[in-house]
C-alpha cells in the first residue's frame, strides 16, 4: 500500500451481518469518488478476517474518503498489508 495516504479503518463486525453496510458503504464511497477530482487519493479496501467466533469485516478507507464520509467509527491505522485485500471503491 502506498505510504503517502493515511488509512482509517471500520470493524464492520460478524462476516454475515457486515454484507449490508459494506453494500451501502460501497453506494456512498461509488458516488464520492465519481464526483471527486481527487480520485488517486481515493481507495476503499476490505478484507475477511478471524474473530473470536466467527470471521469478521475490517474496512480501510483512505483519509480522502473519510474525510468526504465522516465515518464516526472510522479509526486511523496503518496501510494496511496486501494480502488477502479486496478492492471496494477505487484503483490501486
Not at 488509512?7 to 458503504?25: E, H, K, N, P, Q
Request: proline share 2%; with cysteine; charged share 15%.
Amino acid at each position: 500500500m502506498s505510504n503517502e495516504i493515511n488509512w482509517y479503518c471500520v470493524d464492520l463486525g460478524d462476516a454475515i451481518t457486515a454484507t449490508t453496510r459494506l453494500f451501502s458503504l460501497q453506494d456512498q464511497l461509488t458516488t464520492i469518488y465519481q464526483q471527486s477530482d481527487n480520485r488517486e487519493q481515493m481507495l476503499a479496501l476490505y478484507r475477511h478476517e478471524s474473530g473470536e467466533i466467527h470471521c469478521k469485516v475490517t474496512l480501510y478507507i483512505s483519509s480522502a474518503f473519510q474525510q468526504a464520509l465522516c465515518l464516526p467509527d472510522a479509526i486511523a491505522c496503518k496501510a494496511p498489508q496486501h494480502n488477502d485485500l479486496t478492492i471496494l471503491v477505487g484503483k490501486l
